[in-house]
Nanobody, 115 residues
Framework: QVQLVESGGGLVQPGGSLRLSCAAS????????MRWYRQAPGKERELVAR???????YYEDSVKGRFTISRDNLLNTVYLQMNSLKPEDTATYYC?????????WGQGTQVTVSS
């Protein structure tokens, strides 16, 4: 079955960096677009970044120039490198894949940006 396991979250000071990882299994990872979402308390879940099977990327405006999404098809892992973190980046971050119209989600990893 499809499994997505995020890791790498934590507490970081403003201006700091974190790298999130999402280990995938149960499907042909290299064939699918992978997405990172985030959800802050009291807010809707929002798309942060995505990377296609071919490596094309998209970023939400507020993270452009600060976050980088990448993938390793040998390790079946998608990454989100987050630099210059701001308090407003505080959220639970989820990776996701849609297969045959069904969306699959990981359990999420918490990112807290605070001094």
């Amino acid at each position: 079955q499809v499994q997505l396991v995020e890791s790498g979250g934590g507490l970081v000071q403003p201006g700091g960096s974190l790298r999130l990882s999402c280990a995938a299994s149960g499907f042909i990872f290299s064939s699918y677009t992978m997405r990172w979402y985030r959800q802050a308390p009291g807010k809707e879940r929002e798309l942060v970044a995505r990377i296609t099977a071919g490596g094309d990327t998209y970023y939400e405006d507020s993270v452009k120039g600060r976050f980088t999404i990448s993938r390793d098809n040998l390790l079946n892992t998608v990454y989100l490198q987050m630099n210059s973190l701001k308090p407003e980046d505080t959220a639970t971050y989820y990776c996701s894949v849609t297969i045959a119209t069904r969306a699959y989600w990981g359990q999420g990893t918490q990112v807290t940006v605070s001094s």
